[in-house]
Each structure stands twice: as structure tokens, then as C-alpha cells.
């Protein structure tokens, strides 16, 4: 495949090895944080840990959309599908994710709600075109890379004036939650890992672009290198950031020119502002309420917000007391750290979501990586 | 002298639908089965009408396997439900070690189902069957109300023999240091379904890999009667039946991600839709596993065969408790090929 086989070359992966080798200075620790979930899902299923030197560890960040998404709002649209009798239409991953009373989706749609999974949010609006006697619900999640397209299909939806559609809208931004790990960080109640540095977002990225990191980088002396979803791209940022540190640097650099400008995407930015506004705040699962983000429909699209259209509540749910995704999303406890990973806990019943997406630490170290917990042997 | 059969109407094989008293058992059901199912797999025991077929069986051991076709869409590209079914069940038997004799199909059809798109399924299934060398030798079918099928469902279930003697490959019997090869390219059958399915709307030039492996299997025992282990990979995809086998067998696997044969298009079409094609179905492919040393002749025998032209070794055998199918990648990392949990569905960004 070309444009993508390139950034997935074993020799020069190898090469990249050994500068990073050379260059890590034994006397330090390096922990760097990759806040993205598609970059988590890159480094284990290519392997990219085992190519790191011993000193080099990567701490998997709260960037994957499905693994955030608190279980009150899964409940939410269950409550919208089993109770109000809508179709409810969401990304694939979403539906594994585990709500109140054993409940997810999938087990929902299992008891006769009509929950389907779309590939794009334009698919839901069709659908909704095809049955205008439905009223249909989009439940909208992900970071910045799939609020435009949401935005888009809400701004097609108000002018072709249909009143079947409506968003459930759980669109979280990026920017805060970096925010929070590095407020946490300083904050000794709200223990979070000590990061020197961020593998920065890459589809994030190309919307909002490279400018709204430099506040992180200068505030809090942390270097981010933004870097592409293949491992080659991870693995060069990560070569940045240890030069960084080398250097007693704290700037942000772009790995991935090839897609990331430093205003971003104006178009798709505007789209967003004209379509969204800000929550004042919104519970995360794993990092708990954060002021300031998160979406909802702005005043002028409000009658595709189906939190209005059906009267919903939100009522925060606690998660399972074992679980640990909230000190795994923060950064401060492996997956391998929790009591009921791999036994209680694994991608067949999650009960946590970080074991839900294969972008989320827990399943990715079960699916990818867990041969490693089984002790050092001959390779 | 008895009366002559009174006329009856033929099946209207044009605009016919399939309605509930094709499946209520009297009249209409004994004509859908004379002038469908009868007529297209047409053979000695199918001809006795009665419940169930007498059958001479030759020396050996007796195999037998099931399985339900559920397909959607029943018609892909490369094939369709009815040559699937027959496909399915004949590569069961002959990993197995065994020679495919006989098939029993069941259907279960959804009301308001054309006839038209019927004869076309059970024609296919009839030429399949041909093909295999099998015969369809008993059958039942059953009407759903509309809405409670999806077109039609088929079980088939086959019977083969192992001449006595013969080898008899299976999944316990991989050991530490043996080698592991795959007959072709993974991946085509799954990709070749979802391309059409109708929210994707994107078109691939893949084609089901549906084929029946049983004169591949007959050939690769004879040239390498050590084979040790035979499987399909169909639903699951490679990743799940080397699980199984490292279940089975108590061992570990290491692959090597390069070796794995992939058609740049199956690999695209997985890489848009965020699948790993480990995981996705195939229908004529043969996982073998033998020991080191007739590894060489093992691979000759598949690459001489059309359905094992593109087969390849993918990995070895290796001790380890923990059962672990570890992959070394493209990259240079390593990685578990962990069995595929729940349905693969598509990772959002």
C-alpha cells in the first residue's frame, strides 16, 4: 500500500532504534505520555516498546474516544433506544461499551432496541432520510477528528429540515484534558504519573493544528512532538522528545508536516464554532467532571440536540469499584497494575472501558502485549 | 395399472415467492422438493424419498461435520450462499484426513423469498456439490414468517471416510519446532462480503476465495503423510484457528507478519475499515502445520496445487505454556495474535 507501507519499514524502524539507543542517556528515565489512543494502538500492535531502549517508557494517555465516554451517557442512549423506541445509530467500538445493570448497546440492541452501527455520521443521516417515520439519534463521540463531520451532517440535517434526526452529542475536546493531566501532575491529591513530554495528536492535529499546544509546552516545561498514527511516525516523535529533553528543551514540534499545519484546519474550526458550543462541563470517564470540555449543539442548532428533544437527564454513574481505568487513563497505574485485569476484566465482558477499544490501554496490552507480563523468555 | 398423476401446476420459477406452505409438508412442499431440490441434486439415495438415505460407506473410519450458512449477502462476489454451504461442510470433513462423500442440507426459508433467486442458490449448491465429488443425499426444508429469516439459511452436514491407514492430521498434534504454512492469500472471502455491503458503498475487485479443498488436502497427505495438523480458517479468520490449535496442542506460535500472504487490495480494504485481516473470514483456505524436516515437501505439494499456488510458511511451532500466539511484526516489535473477541468491529479514528 502505498503512503503507508513506508511508514511501517522494518530496516528503517531498526535504524531509528539505534539512534534512539545512542542518544538516550542511561543516567535518565524518560516517560512519555502518548496521549492518543491511535498512537496506544500503534505501539502494540506493531511492537514499537520492544524497539525503545530500557529507560524509555511510554505511558498511555486518556485519548481514546470510546474509553472516556462515562458510563452515564451510554446510558443515555440506551435509555433513548429501549425507552423512547428511537434508532440509535453510533461508531462501531462505541457499542461494546459497558453501561449500567450489565448493559451495553450491543446487549441492548440484543433486547430488541434498533441500534445500529454507521461508519460515518452521514450514514445516520441517510438512514434517517430513509425512514422519516423514526426519529433517529446519532450518538456523536470522539475528539476533535470527528466533531467536523458530526457538524456537517447537523448543518444538512437544518437544511434539508428534517425533524426525524437529532445528536446525542459527547464530543469531548483535547486541549482540556491535556490541561487536567499536567494540572493534576502538580497537585499532590490528584496523584498522575510524572510525564517529561506528550506524543502529541495526530488527527486531533490536523484540525486544530500545532498552535494550541505551545501554552502546554511553555506553561508547564513539557515538550510535545505531534506525530502520524504509523509506527514509524511514533517512533521518530519519540526520537524528538528524547532530544528535547537531551537539550533541556520544552517546544513543540511537528512529526507529522505531512498532514499538520500550526493553525489547523480553518474551515472544518469555523464548522465547528458555527455548529458546537462550549458545555461549561463534562464528566470523563476516568478524570471525572472538567470545566470547559466539552460540546454541545450551539442555540441555533438546538433542535437537533437530543438531549432537548427527548428531556434526557444526565446522572453520573460510578464506575466498578475494582476498575482501575481512571488511574490507567491518568497515567498512574498499568494495566497490568489492576486486580481485575485479564481475569474479571477482559475484551470478552469489559468492565471497564479502557478494555473496550483496541485503542484503549487495558485491551491493547491484553490483545497486544500481555506475553510480556509472562516473564522474560528466550526470544 | 394406477391412475395417472393428475397435473399440477409447475413452480413458478419466475415470479414465484416462497410461501408458508412450502414448508407446511403436504402437497406444495413434496413439489417445491420434486421440481427444486430433487431435480437439481438428482442421485440414487435422494431418489428413495424416503426420511433418511441408506448409504455404503468403504473401509475406514467415519467422519462427520456440520455447518450453518447464514451469510449476508447470499450472493458475493466469487459466489453465493449455496456453493458456500456445500464449500464449508466439505472442507470440514476433509481436513479431517477423510474423503467427502455424502451431504444432508436443510433449509430454513423466509416467506415471500423468490423461487427464481432459489434455483439460482440450489443450482449452485447442485454444481458445488458435482464438483466436490459429494452427493446430496437427504434433506428437510422449513418456512419462517416473513421477517423472521433473512432470505435463507442452509445447514449442511457431510460425511467422509478415512481409508484405514491413512493419516489422520489434528489439532492436538502440533509439536515444539514444527512449521506452519497457510495456503494462500487470508483475508479475500470477508472483504469480498463487506465490500458489498451497502453502508460501506466502496468496491473492491475481491473475490470470495469459496472453494472446496478437498483434492488439495488428498494431495498434500499424499505427498506428506506426517502432516500434523489440517484446519480451514474460515470465520475468525487465521488468528482464531491457530488459537485453537495452540489450545489444543498445549504449545505457543511465533508467526512472522512478513511471511503472511495478503493482496494489497484485502490489505487497503482492511486498513480503511480498521480490521486486521488475521481476523477476517476465509472459505478455501488450509492451514497445515508438519514437522520441520518435511516442511520442503509440504510446501512443494500446496504450491502445486491451483487452490495452494500462493502458500507460504508463516511461523513455527514453540514450547510455551502460556499457549501465546506471538507475532514478530513487519516493524520489528513483536505482538500477541490474540483470539478475536466478540465480532471485529471498526475502531472510530
Same mark, same amino acid.
Given at each position: 500500500?502505498?503512503?503507508i507501507?513506508?511508514f ?38 506493531y ?71 454507521v ?29 467536523p ?41 490528584q ?11 495526530a ?12 501554552r502546554?509546552?511553555?506553561?508547564y ?31 513543540v ?33 476516568g ?9 454541545r ?38 494495566p ?10 477482559t ?9 473496550v477499544?483496541?485503542e ?7 490483545t497486544?502485549?500481555?506475553f ?8 | ?20 406452505n ?12 420434486? @421440481? ?14 424416503d426420511?433418511?438415505?441408506r ?43 477423510a474423503?467427502?462423500l ?8 423466509? @416467506?415471500g ?27 428437510d ?6 421477517g423472521?429469516?433473512?432470505g ?44 458489498t ?21 488428498? @494431495? ?18 487465521l ?81 510455551? @505454556? ?5 507475532m ?5 516489535g ?16
Amino acid at each position: 500500500m502505498k503512503y503507508i507501507d513506508e511508514f511501517r519499514d522494518g530496516a528503517l524502524a531498526q535504524q531509528l532504534a539505534a539512534r534512539l539507543a545512542a542518544e538516550a542517556e542511561p543516567r535518565r528515565e524518560y516517560r512519555f505520555m502518548e496521549f492518543c489512543g491511535g498512537h496506544t494502538h500503534a505501539i502494540s500492535r506493531y511492537g514499537v516498546a520492544d524497539l525503545l531502549p530500557a529507560n524509555v517508557r511510554m505511558i498511555h494517555g486518556p485519548g481514546c474516544p470510546v474509553c472516556v465516554l462515562p458510563i452515564g451517557r451510554v446510558d443515555l442512549a440506551i435509555r433513548l433506544a429501549l425507552e423512547h423506541g428511537v434508532t440509535l445509530c453510533t461508531y462501531g467500538d462505541t457499542l461494546r461499551v459497558p453501561a449500567s445493570d450489565q448493559l451495553s448497546l450491543l446487549k441492548a440492541k440484543a433486547r430488541g432496541a434498533d441500534i445500529r452501527m454507521v461508519y460515518s455520521a452521514a450514514d445516520a443521516l441517510k438512514l434517517a432520510q430513509a425512514q422519516p417515520e423514526r426519529q433517529l439519534v446519532f450518538l456523536a463521540i470522539g475528539f476533535e477528528t470527528t466533531t467536523p463531520p458530526t457538524a456537517l451532517v447537523v448543518r444538512e440535517a437544518a437544511r434539508l429540515g428534517l425533524t426525524n434526526f437529532s445528536v446525542l452529542c459527547c464530543h469531548v475536546l483535547t486541549p482540556p484534558a491535556i490541561r487536567h493531566i499536567l494540572d493534576a501532575a502538580g497537585d499532590e491529591a490528584q496523584a498522575t504519573a510524572a510525564i517529561d513530554g506528550f506524543v502529541g495528536p495526530a488527527h486531533v492535529s490536523i484540525v486544530i493544528g500545532s498552535d494550541p499546544y505551545a501554552r502546554f509546552a511553555a506553561a508547564y516545561r513539557k515538550p510535545v512532538v505531534i506525530a502520524g498514527f504509523e509506527p514509524l511516525d511514533v517512533l521518530q516523535a519519540i526520537l524528538m522528545l528524547v532530544r528535547q529533553i537531551n537539550d533541556g528543551r520544552a517546544e513543540v514540534e511537528n512529526e507529522f508536516t505531512r498532514a499538520v499545519t500550526p493553525a489547523g484546519n480553518l474551515h472544518a474550526q469555523a464548522l465547528m464554532d458555527e455548529v458546537f458550543a462550549l458545555r461549561e462541563s463534562f464528566e470523563w470517564r476516568g478524570l471525572g467532571e472538567l470545566p470547559l470540555s466539552a460540546l454541545r449543539l450551539s442555540d441555533r442548532y438546538a433542535a437537533f440536540d437530543a438531549e432537548r428533544r427527548f428531556a434526557l437527564q444526565y446522572t453520573p454513574v460510578a464506575d466498578h469499584k475494582l476498575c482501575e481505568c481512571g488511574a490507567i487513563l491518568r497515567g498512574i497505574k498499568r494495566p497490568q497494575d489492576c486486580r481485575i485485569f485479564g481475569t474479571v476484566c477482559t475484551p470478552e465482558s469489559p468492565v471497564g472501558s479502557c478494555m473496550v477499544s483496541s485503542e484503549g490501554a487495558c485491551a491493547a496490552h491484553y490483545t497486544y502485549g500481555r506475553f510480556r507480563d509472562a516473564g522474560a523468555r528466550a526470544a | 395399472m394406477s391412475a395417472p398423476e393428475p397435473y399440477v401446476r409447475p413452480l413458478d420459477f419466475k415470479r414465484g415467492r416462497v410461501d408458508l406452505n412450502h414448508g407446511a409438508g403436504g402437497r406444495a412442499a413434496a413439489q417445491l422438493i420434486r @421440481e427444486l431440490f430433487a431435480a437439481a441434486f438428482d442421485n440414487e439415495w435422494l431418489r428413495q424419498g424416503d426420511d433418511g438415505a441408506r448409504l455404503p460407506l468403504p473401509a475406514g473410519e467415519c467422519v462427520m461435520a456440520t455447518d450453518a450458512h447464514v451469510v449476508t449477502p447470499l450472493f458475493f462476489p466469487g459466489g453465493d450462499i449455496g456453493c458456500l454451504a456445500v464449500h464449508g461442510t466439505v472442507n470440514d470433513v476433509a481436513v479431517m484426513g477423510a474423503r467427502p462423500l455424502y451431504l444432508a442440507a436443510s433449509f430454513i426459508l423466509e @416467506e415471500g423469498y423468490p423461487l427464481a433467486e432459489l434455483r439460482r442458490i440450489v443450482a449452485s449448491m447442485a454444481r458445488a456439490a458435482r464438483e466436490a465429488g459429494v452427493a446430496i443425499v437427504t434433506g428437510d426444508t422449513k418456512v419462517v414468517e416473513q421477517g423472521k429469516g433473512d432470505g435463507v439459511f442452509i445447514t449442511t452436514t457431510g460425511v467422509g471416510v478415512i481409508a484405514p491407514g491413512a493419516p489422520r492430521p489434528a489439532g492436538h498434534r502440533a509439536r515444539p519446532g514444527d512449521r506452519i504454512y497457510v495456503s494462500g492469500c487470508i483475508g479475500d472471502h470477508g472483504v469480498a462480503i463487506l465490500s458489498t455491503r451497502e453502508s460501506l458503498g466502496f468496491e473492491t475487485a475481491v473475490q470470495s476465495d469459496t472453494a472446496a479443498l478437498h483434492g488439495l488436502v488428498a @494431495e498434500l497427505l499424499a505427498a506428506v503423510p506426517q502432516t500434523a495438523v489440517l484446519r480451514d480458517p474460515t470465520r475468525g479468520g487465521l488468528a482464531t484457528t491457530l488459537n485453537e490449535i495452540a489450545a489444543q496442542s498445549g504449545v505457543g506460535m511465533r508467526l512472522r507478519e512478513a511471511d503472511i500472504p495478503l493482496r494489497p487490495q484485502v490489505a487497503a480494504a482492511c486498513e480503511l475499515l480498521g480490521l486486521d485481516p488475521l481476523y477476517v473470514a476465509n472459505e478455501g483456505k488450509l492451514v497445515a502445520i508438519c514437522p520441520a524436516e518435511h516442511g520442503a515437501r509440504l510446501l512443494a505439494a500446496l504450491r502445486a496445487h491451483p487452490l495452494g499456488a500462493d502458500a507460504a510458511c508463516i511461523g513455527e511451532v514453540v514450547a510455551d @505454556e502460556h499457549g501465546f500466539v506471538e507475532m514478530e511484526t513487519r516493524f520489528g516489535g513483536r505482538r500477541v495474535v490474540d483470539w478475536l473477541s466478540g465480532e471485529q468491529l471498526p475502531r472510530i479514528c
